[in-house]
């Protein structure tokens, strides 16, 4: 126990050198929790002018977070072995209930996404985002790293096979998060380049058939509407006109909170979801969007510092996987509300309204808090 | 060699993975790099543009129109006035496919064919973000019926707006004119920027004359609206000028004696004070309800209009060009009077004809065929006009020839336009030998002197003309353009003067002693006028042929069908001490001047003795 205090980067560290501190004991990571309460609270101030002063809506986000922070709690708690030791039967598990959508999901425009139990809807994909690399860190912890070549075969299909599952819902968007979950892992375990070059050569050479053979028509018209908005203003092109003109229009100080325009008079639509960054920058202009860029790189920071610290292999992997996950979320949605990337259903992490990624998200974080403050038993 | 390293080895995979950590980050902070320069070149570099945009999506600049200018007749009577009325315009911005919402609309109402032209139309020329009309006059069910869908249908929107009406439509159809619709051709003779979210412009008649008056000034808003285009405030506001109110000369008992006196006749009635050149009544029969044309006129009514015999749309006061036959004697007479050709004690031999020297024709008088013989052996002025002696006028156009009867007759107003202050009028024709030489590239040939001495031939004069002649005869030469319009937001407008015409005294009151004897008179040509009379007129008869007539044939009214009968003209004026009307009258087809004359007397018993009569 000793030893581990000692470890502590702190500069108080010296003060708790006789017993663990409360923080460590209850499996809290102090300055994520500091971080991740921040963008909440910035999140649901957003929220509040972006639903129309809805109330309603920000007491309900509220409640996810409630849910969500008792979650992540809950999650610091277990060990990291048991969250390996359990890796396999949830993926397991996992795929099976994506069989299970396959035959018995219900749905809505089109897609079939979700399981219904009992009345209670849940939608596997989302799990999956947390199993997948889960998963595959498990398959790898116990080989030597860098993996071998038949390993990262392994762990190819190990990712290949619930993404596939979801592409087929379809779900574009979820399917590629869950793929580059696992490759995460991949990366992290310090696969050759010359893997990573080649799948970066695979994937552009494979962009032309893609478009061809495996795109749906929809998915086309919105890459197209990301490259020229202007060419339906009144149809796919609204959303990124709109956005785009509520971001520029906020300017550096922006129009204030609860005076955006294109938002409170419905130019903007998704405007509480995930198009949320739009009423952000509109309303508390670019210093808004600085700040909330730098929350999350600072947790994206805190992200790696635990991965980089975390004693095991499994602990890193997890730990650089959740990261470049929560990156990916941030990534995609502030890049095709600006226009930069196609709009798929991208939520910015812990802003957006809707309970199901706040909840994962929150999890991932409940695993990110076990890695940091579990090192010691695993270095037993 | 990774193959060869069995064992795991934990400080290794530790340092590969911080260096992974370091390109992880490193990529992290270069995306959100590109992110955040995105940001940086919407917000920063391209803020005005995306500023401008935003400010476009939200503030919208509306016309406010004016209220149009209400028109009153002389006693104060509402003549046109604006009622609210409901369209449904579409924001042609604001619909996600044009077609389907057409298509969505015209399930929930019914649009014509001749809406949906209109529409597209009008498409074409207002911005995208302003709201172009489909239907108007929305009834209360179809109101309720748009708004019940209106959550559907973004971009479509019901308002009010006010629509001219008409209370006396028929009665004052061709005094007036009214207002339609603005067409393609009037939308790019008008200002737009006046016209913005006006609908209706004066197509005729005074609502087109004093158009410009009438229409106000246009007021703008700018409202702040959402993407549905629901008006949520006002930010700015230029109340727009409401149109002047005019009250015109008219007056409404007056032009209903017309109308009711001539009955379902066709025919006109124009009556002028000769005191200020106001016209008192238009009168235009058969008249239309005014109020059809407002919003567009069906295509059924509008052929019914357009192709009846009747020419209903046609404004016989001032489009109407006819012989004026006798009624144009006692300007002949003070032709004669003036030019010192003829004193009132001057006689004619009238033996029922006349003869042009060396001319075997004989110029039959109308009295031949009833008495078989002229007037009296010898006429004499008075009784040339009491008696409407073609004889006399014949021998004083020869002696007066053309060239000067048309210099004696023009400032009585025949042959030009009179002015007045509404649209479509004809200028008549006053002959000459120089009009001839120029309208028909022929010679005057002496015979038709004679016919227009007695306002037959090329004459052709409106009742406008025949009551402004009128007017400056009982005014003793005074001359004014005549007008319909009185005041101006009750502000008095005077007529404008024009040059009078300078006679002697006594040449009038010799003209007027004939005119007096005709209603007046024993043998007076409109003596049934007279009883019962309670004050003293000065008239005269005309009759204007419809078709010609053989030499030696004899007109027989029973015989001739209905449309080729003679028309019946009369003008006079009253009092005749000191005149305050002064009118002109044809009944087509009727007959004779019997038809015209009683109009007159009800006509002027109701300006001078009031509805009484």
């Known amino acids: 126990m000793g030893d581990y205090v000692r470890q502590m980067p702190h500069q108080g560290s010296q003060d708790l050198a006789r017993r663990p501190s409360a923080a460590m004991r209850f499996h809290i990571d102090i300055p994520l929790l500091v971080l991740l309460l921040i963008l909440t609270a910035y999140g649901l101030l957003v929220l509040y002018s972006a639903s129309g002063r809805d109330m309603g809506a920000v007491i309900r986000q509220g409640r996810y977070f409630l849910v969500a922070y008792a979650i992540m709690i809950c999650g610091a708690q277990i060990s990291l072995r048991r969250y390996m030791r359990w890796a396999p039967w949830l993926y397991l598990l996992g795929v099976g209930t994506l069989v299970a959508v396959m035959f018995f999901g219900v749905g809505a425009k089109g897609a079939q996404r979700w399981l219904s139990i009992g009345g209670f809807r849940f939608q596997p994909s989302e799990i999956m985002k947390l199993v997948v690399p889960m998963a595959v860190a498990w398959y790898l912890a116990e080989r030597t790293l860098p993996p071998r070549f038949v390993f990262v075969i392994a762990s190819l299909a190990l990712v290949g096979l619930p993404a596939a599952l979801i592409l087929q819902q379809p779900d574009l968007g979820t399917a590629l998060l869950i793929a580059a979950s696992g490759l995460f892992v991949l990366f992290m375990a310090g696969i050759g380049w010359r893997y990573i070059f080649g799948a970066v050569l695979l994937a552009v050479a494979s962009a032309w058939p893609a478009w061809i053979f495996v795109l749906k028509d929809y998915q086309k018209q919105r890459i197209l509407t990301m490259l020229d908005p202007e060419s339906d203003k009144l149809g796919a092109g609204w959303n990124i006109i709109q956005s785009k003109t509520a971001i520029g229009s906020g300017g550096w100080q922006g129009k204030g909170w609860l005076q955006g325009t294109q938002s409170r008079l419905d130019f903007l639509p998704e405007s509480h979801t995930d198009f949320i960054i739009a009423v952000l920058a509109e309303e508390h202009g670019l210093r808004g969007v600085l700040l909330l860029v730098s929350l999350y790189l600072l947790i994206l920071l805190r992200g790696f510092w635990i991965g980089v610290r975390a004693q095991s292999s499994y602990g890193r992997m997890m730990a650089g996987s959740l990261t470049l996950t929560f990156f990916v979320y941030v990534f995609v949605n502030m890049g095709m509300v600006a226009g930069l990337l196609p709009v798929v259903g991208v939520p910015l992490p812990l802003v957006s309204a809707g309970g199901t990624s706040i909840v994962t998200l929150m999890a991932g974080f409940g695993i990110l808090m076990a890695i940091s403050t579990e090192k010691r038993m695993v270095s037993q | ?613």
């Not at chain 2, 748009?146 to 006396?168: D, F, I, M, S, T």
């Not at chain 2, 006046?194 to 007021?219: C, P």
């Not at chain 2, 409109?526 to 309670?534: N, P, Y």
Request: aromatic letters at 8%.
């Open chain 2, 1 to 613: 060699m990774p193959e060869l390293i069995a064992l795991k080895d934990p400080h290794r995979e530790s340092r590969v993975y911080s260096a992974r950590t370091v390109i992880a980050i490193a990529i992290v902070l270069g995306l959100l790099a590109v992110i955040f320069s995105r940001y940086y070149s919407l917000q920063v570099t391209e803020y005005e543009i995306y500023k401008t945009q935003s400010e476009r999506n939200r503030v919208q600049l509306q016309p406010l129109p004016p209220k149009r200018g209400l028109i009153y007749d002389r006693n104060g009577v509402l003549l046109a006035d604006n009622r609210p009325s409901y369209i449904l315009s579409v924001v042609r911005e604001r619909v996600a496919d044009l077609d389907d919402t057409l298509a969505e609309l015209a399930a929930l109402v019914p649009i014509s064919e001749a809406d949906l032209d209109n529409f597209q139309k009008k498409l074409q020329r207002r911005r995208p973000y302003e709201a172009v009309p489909l239907r108007f006059r929305l009834t209360e069910k179809e109101r309720a019926r748009l708004a019940v869908n209106r959550y559907r249908l973004p971009g479509v929107v019901v308002e009010a707006q006010l629509l001219r009406h008409y209370p006396h439509g028929e009665l004052f159809s061709h005094a007036l004119g009214y207002v339609g619709r603005i067409n393609e051709r009037e939308a790019f003779e008008l200002d737009e920027s006046d016209y913005r979210g006006t609908f209706h412009v004066g197509k005729v008649g005074v609502e087109k004359f004093y158009e410009d008056i009438l229409h106000g000034e246009v007021g703008y808003q700018n409202v702040e609206s959402n993407a549905h285009g629901r008006v949520l405030r006002v930010l700015e506001r230029f109340a727009p000028v409401p149109g002047v109110d005019l009250t015109l000369h008219l007056d409404i008992r007056i032009q209903r004696a017309a109308v009711e006196a001539l009955g379902d006749r066709r025919g006109a009635v124009v009556a002028i004070d000769p005191r200020t050149g106001g016209v008192l009544a238009l009168v235009s029969t058969p008249g239309f309800d005014t109020n059809l044309f407002v919003n567009g006129i069906s295509s059924a009514d509008y052929s019914a209009l357009r192709d009846s015999l009747d020419v209903p749309l046609f404004n016989r006061a001032i489009q109407g060009q006819y012989p004026p036959g006798s009624t144009v004697k006692p300007m002949m007479g003070m032709a004669g009077l003036e030019s010192g050709l003829v004193t009132p004690e001057t006689s004619v031999p009238d033996p029922g004809w006349y003869k042009l020297p060396g001319d075997s024709r004989r110029y039959r008088d109308w009295i031949l065929r009833i008495r078989g013989t002229g007037h009296a052996p010898r006429v004499a002025l008075k009784m040339a006009i009491a008696e409407s002696c073609d004889v006399y006028f014949y021998d004083l156009a020869r002696r007066l020839t053309i060239d000067r009867m048309h210099d004696y007759m023009q400032p009585y107003g025949f042959g030009r336009r009179t002015g007045v202050d509404t649209t479509n009028e004809r200028p008549g024709v006053l002959p000459s030998t120089r009009w001839k030489r120029e309208a028909m590239a022929q010679a005057w040939y002496p015979g038709e002197t004679l016919s227009a001495g007695i306002g037959q031939g090329y004459m052709l004069a409106t009742p406008m003309q025949l009551a402004v002649a009128t007017s400056v005869m009982a005014s003793k030469g005074q001359r004014k353009t005549p007008r319909l319009l009185k005041a101006v937001n009750g502000e008095p407008v005077a007529a404008p003067l024009l040059e009078p015409l300078i006679a002697d005294d006594s040449n009038w009151a010799s003209v007027y002693d004939g005119m007096r004897e005709v209603v007046h008179g024993e043998r007076g040509t409109a003596k049934k006028l007279a009883k019962g009379i309670q004050y003293e007129m000065g008239g005269k008869t005309g009759t204007a042929q419809v078709i010609g007539i053989a030499q030696n044939a004899v007109y027989n009214e029973d015989e001739v069908a209905e449309r080729h009968r003679h028309h019946g003209l009369f003008i006079a004026f009253a009092p005749l001490e000191a005149p305050t009307i002064a009118v002109a009258i044809i009944v087509e087809n009727g007959g004779g001047s019997s038809a015209a004359s009683p109009i007159a007397r009800k006509v002027i018993d109701t300006w001078l003795l009031g509805e009484a009569s």
